[in-house]
């Protein structure tokens, strides 16, 4: 395959010692039907067959490239230096461990032509496990597809389901207007993101399958200490806020819609946290919901809990017994989601049949 000396899309793949995973993840973007791109790697120093992994597969298709940082730099420092270095007019984010569907990119392309003030088009992403469990499907549940304007984007994003980066596609535009990612914000700033160019710009919704977003026990949203969600939630708040084209009532919705988000994040990362037996977790977001927002019932209930699981095994056992449950009573709830998208799990596979599912078969997949 000839290199297009001008691609219009560039896929950002960040990586660090899974040269398997990364290998699927190429994979998928280099299999896009829009063939005008290139997948730029970056590796954090990973010491391992990363770099043979993609000199083989860079030996066959000249639109892979690959850099090497001369030492781990971090995670949000290498997805900083990708974005810092996009010279296409288009861009996505891919982490090494998911996939980008068959015809995301065509799709997006059209959507951008038939928006051409969107500054961003967001697509469907199915969030799964490695067995093929479908927990969620972004954006499913938005009460339409198309254009979105200022301010009723941005308030769509708050009511809690925003598009995955995963099947998001950007103008490079957004990188001029607002500039990278907020280091401060930490775990949260690919959300800060999204909100920052809302805040300013329209975009497109389509709820047409078009990523796979593989959920990770092990992953740093999963087990990063409560420093990376707390405080930087609250300069998120400000970071929009601090857009003086919107409206001052929509800026106190603004806040108001965040505060209360931030609210049910701690208290539902705290109870995932006392399963997974991480204590200091859960007791530092009981903390933040007494001190900070007054929501004493909950800070109690999350308290004594973490009090109680960290000096008896038997406590650890039933809860997280019950938490398992729970979770197992609210994805049955959703077993239609399974139906609509468990297919989707073939593209998990890491063998080279995986790159070839039936296009038919996912045509005709419904999103509805």
Not at 104 to 118: H, I, L, R, V
Not at 120 to 141: K, P
Not at 249 to 266: I, S
Request: aromatic share 12%; proline share 5%.
């Amino acid at each position: 395959m000839s290199l297009d000396p001008k691609p219009l899309i560039s896929t950002i793949i960040p990586t660090f010692r899974r040269p398997e995973l990364l290998r699927r993840a190429i994979r998928s973007a280099l299999s896009q039907t829009f063939p005008s791109l290139q997948v730029c790697v970056y590796d954090n120093a990973s010491g391992d067959e990363t770099a043979d992994v993609v000199a083989e597969m860079a030996s066959t298709d000249p639109r892979l490239r690959y850099f090497c940082h001369a030492s781990n730099i971090g995670g949000m420092a290498n997805f900083q230096y990708g974005l810092s270095h996009i010279s296409t007019p288009f861009f996505t984010f891919l982490s090494d461990d998911d996939v980008q569907l068959p015809g995301f990119f065509e799709s997006a392309m059209d959507g951008f032509e038939k928006f051409p003030d969107a500054m961003f088009w967001a697509g469907l992403t199915i969030r799964m496990s490695s067995e093929g469990r479908v927990y969620d499907a972004h954006i499913e549940d938005w009460p339409r597809e198309g254009f979105f304007a200022v301010p009723e984007g941005l308030l769509e994003l708050l009511r809690g389901k925003p598009p995955c980066w995963t099947g998001v596609m950007f103008r490079r535009q957004v990188i001029d207007q607002i500039g990278l990612l907020d280091p401060d914000v930490h775990a949260p700033s690919d959300f800060d993101y999204l909100l920052r160019i809302a805040a300013r710009n329209a975009f497109a919704i389509s709820k047409h399958p078009v990523a796979v977003y593989m959920l990770n026990t092990e992953s740093f949203s999963e087990q990063g200490p409560f420093s990376a969600f707390w405080p930087g939630w609250l300069k998120m708040i400000d970071n929009v806020c601090a857009c003086e084209s919107l409206p001052e009532d929509v800026r106190q919705r603004v806040r108001h819609e965040l505060n209360n988000g931030a609210r049910r994040l701690l208290f539902r990362r705290g109870a995932s946290a006392l399963a997974n037996g991480r204590y200091e977790f859960s007791q530092q977001a009981a903390t933040i919901l007494r001190e900070h927002y007054f929501s004493f019932l909950r800070s109690a209930l999350l308290q004594g809990l973490s009090t109680l699981c960290a000096s008896s095994s038997s406590a650890r056992m039933i809860y997280g017994a019950l938490y398992s449950h729970a979770i197992n009573l609210s994805l049955n709830r959703r077993s239609d989601l399974q139906l609509r998208y468990g297919s989707f799990s073939t593209f998990l596979e890491q063998d080279e049949s995986s790159a070839h599912m039936d296009s038919n078969k996912f045509n005709n997949t419904s999103a509805t």
